[in-house]
């Protein structure tokens, strides 16, 4: 069963970056044709693709993000990692990390992060 866990801070300043983690197990990060997404919902929207990371690295942005957003991995602890600058209160979301495998099939329970001063 392949589970993901999203960490990282929960409050974040305006203009700083935020940066998360997404933690795999159950399964490679480096499993053949799988991405591995960032998706954000803020209070009273829908679900925002921000960009994902493919098993083999290759990097892949919304538009919306890709300015300021940068996704990385550590295969060796087997993690993707976001990182989103120059926040502001818009910014405010619950961001969960998936696999998408034709499909987003296994999804992290989410975290919230709240920009505020």
């Known amino acids: 069963q392949v589970q993901l866990q999203e960490s990282g801070p929960g409050l974040v300043k305006p203009s700083q970056t935020l940066s998360l983690t997404c933690t795999v197990s159950?399964?490679?990060?480096?499993?053949?044709?799988?991405?591995w997404s960032w998706i954000r919902q803020p209070p009273g929207k829908g679900l925002e693709w921000m960009g994902a990371i493919s098993y083999s690295g290759r990097t892949y942005y919304s538009p919306s993000f890709k300015s300021r957003t940068a996704i990385s991995r550590d295969t060796s602890k087997n993690h993707f990692t976001l990182q989103l600058s120059s926040v502001t209160p818009k910014d405010t979301a619950v961001y969960y990390c998936?696999?998408?495998?034709?499909?987003?099939?296994?999804w992290g329970k989410g975290t919230q992060v709240t920009v505020s001063s």
């Open positions: 998936a696999r998408d495998s034709d499909g987003m099939d296994y």
């Open positions: 159950g399964g490679s990060i480096t499993l053949n044709d799988c991405d």
